[in-house]
């Protein structure tokens, strides 16, 4: 009987094909939330449990989706109880990308073939927990090819784990989300960091471009934002100047205008630096209040926002001179316009949609952003895929989506709509050029790739 045989996904013996040449491609994880201390002192895998369920909000939204109790998601249950309960739920999650994420690693870190569920659990954790002894971070980083992680990291983070560890560039992502309307500990942290007294508006540009630079010098050659909505309003620096005195009893509006005023000006400062900015949006983040409180962020309580208005979008990008944008790529949580906000894209030189985001990642939202991409854009200046996680088991993710995409490919190469040599070469692309191309705007990428061909 077949179960995630070496041909999931792909249908038809063009996707195989394609899949061949594009299996074994390193990996360049542009945007992720791993941890870098983890990497650099190359911390003990000890137990399957831990490297599932330790940080994987994916794993505990679904969890509680399917009645576990919280105990046994972010309580103190041991990591094997809480695997168990996993376990027990994988049935239920027929279509889900945890589904496939789950057996993926099963098979490519355990070599594991059976199907997860309650009955083979406590199999399939004692094999996979044997399989571990001895391993470390940097054997999945090696077995997966990562040359490239590219953290994301607070303008006031001390950025002491990054650098070259054994095989992979280890960078930071500049992500200044806290400045749009920072708190007095925010600013103090910030301040402390860069060594300026804040005060004022002009002192917290300051203090952000300081770091900026620092984080450049680190192999930073990407910045990352997230929020709800673009910016509605181009403000005036003195109208900017007043809102930031005023920051501690902003209104939403209010609050919406001065990140936008902070956000043009960091853009412009990436251009000079050659930088690409990544803009995560329709995202509202800890929508369950109780839960927050006794969770925390990054819990499985974000959920997708109001569809962007394609208007919206264009006005932001046309508020920034064509001279001064940076490169950018565009990520929609809520993907419902995700056609039309495609096709202003090709109005704006340089900017991009990017892959599927977090809920988005699945089989049919993959397939969707690929035909958007295809008939709105141009689908191989695509950057391809990213694990947005913060599991180290995550890479499953990029051969998830390698699957999908060769299928996509495959199936125009099979009915003669498109050139086999050609879908060998766009394939490669999407799936590793595009993504070292931006890369190599990092100094410390550079560095390790010295040499290569």
Not at 40 to 55: C, P, R, T, V, Y
Not at 219 to 242: L, N, T, V
């Amino acid at each position: 009987m077949r179960f995630f045989d070496d041909d999931v996904l792909l249908y038809s013996d063009d996707a195989k094909r394609l899949y061949d040449r594009a299996c074994d491609l390193p990996i360049i994880d542009y945007h992720c939330h791993l941890d870098p201390r983890a990497i650099a002192e190359n911390d003990k895998i000890a137990d399957i449990g831990q490297l599932w369920l330790s940080a994987d909000h994916y794993k505990w939204r679904a969890m509680r989706l399917c009645g576990v109790d919280e105990n046994y998601i972010t309580g103190g249950a041991t990591y094997k109880e809480k695997f168990l309960k996993y376990a027990e739920i994988m049935p239920s999650l027929i279509g889900n990308p945890l589904y496939y994420f789950t057996h993926f690693e099963l098979k490519q870190i355990f070599g594991i073939s059976k199907p997860l569920d309650g009955d083979s659990a406590e199999e399939i954790y004692d094999k996979a927990n044997k399989e571990l002894e001895g391993l470390h971070v940097s054997d999945l980083l090696e077995k997966y090819k990562v040359e490239l992680i590219a953290t994301t990291d607070d303008p006031a983070d001390d950025l002491k784990y990054h650098g070259i560890v054994g095989k992979t560039a280890v960078v930071p992502t500049f992500r200044p989300d806290k400045y749009y309307c920072p708190t007095d500990n925010d600013l103090s942290r910030l301040g402390d960091a860069a060594k300026i007294v804040i005060k004022t508006l002009d002192d917290l540009l300051s203090a952000l471009v300081n770091r900026l630079d620092f984080f450049v010098e680190k192999g930073c050659f990407m910045s990352d934002h997230g929020f709800e909505k673009f910016p509605r309003e181009i403000i005036s620096k003195e109208e900017a100047d007043k809102l930031f005195d005023r920051r501690k009893e902003l209104d939403e509006n209010g609050k919406n205008a001065l990140f936008g005023y902070i956000l043009r000006y960091l853009l412009k400062e990436y251009k000079k630096r050659g930088m690409t900015a990544q803009l995560h949006f329709s995202v509202r983040r800890n929508v369950n209040s109780s839960m927050f409180s006794k969770t925390g962020v990054d819990s499985g309580f974000d959920v997708a926002g109001e569809p962007e208005s394609p208007a919206a979008v264009e006005r932001f990008l046309n508020s920034i001179a064509d001279d001064e944008r940076p490169n950018m790529i565009l990520y929609a949580l809520n993907d419902t316009p995700l056609k039309p906000i495609t096709s202003v894209t090709g109005a704006f030189r340089g900017v991009r949609m990017g892959a599927a985001w977090w809920f988005n990642d699945t089989v049919s939202g993959i397939r969707r952003n690929l035909d958007a991409i295809a008939e709105y854009s141009a689908l191989g200046t695509s950057p391809g895929m990213l694990t947005d996680s913060r599991s180290f088991a995550g890479y499953s993710r990029f051969d998830f989506f390698r699957r999908i995409l060769c299928d996509y490919v495959g199936n125009l190469v099979g009915r003669g709509e498109y050139s086999e040599k050609n879908a060998e070469k766009l394939v490669y692309d999407i799936c590793y050029d595009n993504a070292r191309k931006m890369a190599n705007n990092s100094v410390i990428y550079k560095k390790l790739t010295e040499g290569k061909a």
